[in-house]
């Protein structure tokens, strides 16, 4: 078998997730091939083939030229399985490589079981194992569910691709990056958050007085923020802040990955759901079964005496 | 100009899910289904352009599945979509992201829409696949992700979201499939006179067999619950027992709680 990992390059930068590819072509015992389209300084440590192509002739992500850029390797190397992390890299240019492909692609593995791709699915609450019947397939990894053992070591064999290309039909303008405004939640000890079990928007005042008389900082999950109750600083999760406090509060939080990746660093999590078998089970400490709007009152009331 | 939307119908995700009978989904009675969330964005956007063009253009909502599905294709009539299509497949929940795109294909391929948007993913399944598969068929462009939409005579400008709060800014010319990301818009509610109004609208009902033409390339061979992995404590019963039992369990285990 072998796997060609597609590394995910941003900004003059190789993504540390990227590794995360090579963790999951081992636990796959895959031989492993590697393509960057990033520069000469950024090439990951493996000792095996490496192609490369040049980010200053081919520019930031374009979804036409770097499908090209893969399919070419694919062309010369004729791996059975292409892996990409699901991200909004790998998510967009995986069913453009499956489509020309004409392969099967499985989105979002995270895990290997008995040789078969476990995929998670309905809010986490379920798995699947699913086969793909082509002869080629393209995976996209969770991002977080293949944690390399070791850091890479060796000299990569350095294959240089160069092509002409035309740029296809969708234009790169920019990045726009957030300016960091508000709160900075990554330094909080106590972090209480409202997940959309909260209701709606008159109800917020019930997380704030916890975090109040817990000396904490509010946070949120996305839904929240979307929705306006609350500012988009406070959102914690992969579009959102990083967070590791001593203590978090989930009160109505489903936990989706998204989020979950965004605070599974606490020190310990509480979480507070009506729902007994709610994912976010799988990362609490302590899973309070309860309707929050009347057990974080009481919850708040308590503590205040 | 045409606009079609895709629509899927997902289960509510606090149900208690049941295996069934195969052994590769979950058994459907007593589960409620709603639109995907991230399809009432794509419809809300649908609606915003057509507004935008002096509601020139003309918005065709399509949704694979049984009967239930007609359900959420008549909200998105009420919010405001022109005509639904309900491709009828009491065995969609089997088919892989290739079929399902393929499917629409079949529809969409002689129809000459302009802009196709659908969801940035299902909740249920989470491919975010359909959308950019179908865009690959049609040879459309295709944007994934927007979290910001401007059309203005077949150029659309998009942002796109990426990971630790940086977009993408990009550029490109219809024909394109657009997936919606949360956030794109504030998806209205249907009044009741809307509601009203959206039974008269057209509803057409075709037959799954009639547009498949792609066989499956993926099959789900096993359902099953996770592992429960961390065994965390669960708290349950009565409330002000369930507050002093936290109480004590933070004082105990954290050291911010005194
Ligand atoms: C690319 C991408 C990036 C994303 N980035 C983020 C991110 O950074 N952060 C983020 O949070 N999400 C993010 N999301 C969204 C994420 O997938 C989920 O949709 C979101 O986290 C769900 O939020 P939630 O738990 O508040 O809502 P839901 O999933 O709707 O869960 C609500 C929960 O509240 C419980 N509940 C309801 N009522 C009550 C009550 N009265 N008492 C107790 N419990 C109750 C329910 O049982 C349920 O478990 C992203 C998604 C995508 C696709
Ligand atoms: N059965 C379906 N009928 C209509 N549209 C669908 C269906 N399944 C998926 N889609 C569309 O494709 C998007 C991505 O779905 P997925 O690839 O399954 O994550 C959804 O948000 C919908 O817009």
């Not at chain 1, 509060?249 to 009506?274: E, L, P, T, W, Y």
């Not at chain 2, 063009?53 to 294709?73: A, K």
């Not at chain 2, 799954?208 to 992995?229: G, I, N, R, S």
């Amino acid at each position: 078998m072998k796997a060609l990992l597609v590394c995910e390059y941003r900004d003059g930068k190789l993504l540390e997730s990227s590794y995360e590819l090579f963790a999951f072509a081992d636990k796959l015992n895959a031989e492993k091939v590697a393509l960057v389209i990033g520069n000469d300084a950024n090439v990951p440590a493996f000792g095996g083939k490496v192609y490369l192509a040049d980010v200053s002739k081919y520019g930031e992500y374009n979804p036409d030229i770097h499908k090209k850029l893969v399919l070419e390797v694919v062309n010369k190397e004729n791996p059975d399985v292409i892996v990409l992390v699901h991200t909004s890299y790998g998510w967009d240019l995986a069913p453009r490589l499956a489509a020309s492909l004409k392969a099967a692609q499985l989105s979002e593995v995270v895990n290997i079981v008995d040789g078969g791709f476990e995929l998670s699915c309905l809010n986490g609450k379920m798995r699947r194992i699913v086969a793909p019947k082509t002869d080629k397939k393209v995976i996209t990894i969770q991002s977080g569910a293949f944690t390399p053992q070791a850091p890479l070591s060796g000299t990569p064999e350095v294959i240089k691709l160069d092509l002409s290309l035309e740029s296809g039909n969708i234009e790169f303008l920019g990045y726009e990056v957030a300016e960091k405004t508000g709160v900075d939640l990554s330094k909080a000890e106590i972090i209480v958050s409202a997940g959309r079990g909260i209701g709606k928007k008159d109800n917020m005042p019930i997380i704030e007085a916890l975090a109040k008389a817990l000396g904490g900082e509010v946070g949120a999950t996305r839904p929240v923020v979307d929705a306006g109750w609350l500012e988009q600083s406070r959102q914690v999760g992969i579009t959102g802040q990083t967070v590791s406090p001593k203590l978090y509060i989930a009160c109505g939080i489903s936990g989706a990955v998204q989020h979950i990746a965004g605070m599974k660093k606490s020190d310990f999590v509480v979480a507070i759901n009506k729902d007994k078998d709610a994912p976010i089970g799988e990362v609490a400490d302590v899973l309070v079964v309860a309707d929050i709007l009347q057990f974080v009152p009481a919850l708040t009331e308590k503590l205040s005496k | 100009m045409k606009i079609l939307v895709c629509i899927k119908q997902i289960p509510d995700m606090e149900s208690k899910f049941k295996i069934n009978a195969e052994g590769d989904w979950f058994n459907e009675t007593d589960v409620s289904f709603w639109m995907n969330e991230y399809d009432e964005y794509a419809v809300e956007q649908s609606i915003q352009l057509k507004e935008q063009l002096g509601n020139e253009p003309d918005v065709t909502v399509l949704s694979i599945g049984p009967d239930r599905v007609v359900e959420s294709i008549k909200k998105a009539l009420a919010m405001g979509c022109d005509r639904g299509v309900h491709i009828k497949d009491d065995e969609a929940f089997r088919k892989d992201p290739a079929q399902i795109a393929s499917i629409i294909y079949e529809f969409a391929k002689d129809k000459g829409f302009d802009i196709i948007f659908t969801g940035m993913q299902s909740q249920d399944r989470g491919s975010a696949q359909v959308g950019v598969l179908l865009a690959e068929m049609l040879g459309y462009s295709c944007v994934t992700t927007v979290v910001n939409f401007a059309y203005d005579n077949g150029v659309i400008n998009a942002k796109r979201e990426l990971e630790g709060g940086i977009k993408s800014l990009v550029k490109t010319k219809t024909p394109a499939v657009i997936t919606c990301q949360l956030g794109l818009n504030t998806p209205r509610y249907p009044t009741l006179p809307n509601i009203m109004k959206a039974k008269k609208k057209e509803l057409i009902t075709l037959n799954v067999a009639d547009l498949l033409k792609q066989e499956a390339v993926a099959k789900t061979e096993k359902f099953y619950y996770p592992e429960k992995k961390g065994v965390g404590m669960v708290i349950e019963g009565d409330l002000a027992a369930m507050v002093d039992q936290l109480i004590s369990v933070l004082k105990e285990k954290t050291t911010v709680v005194k």
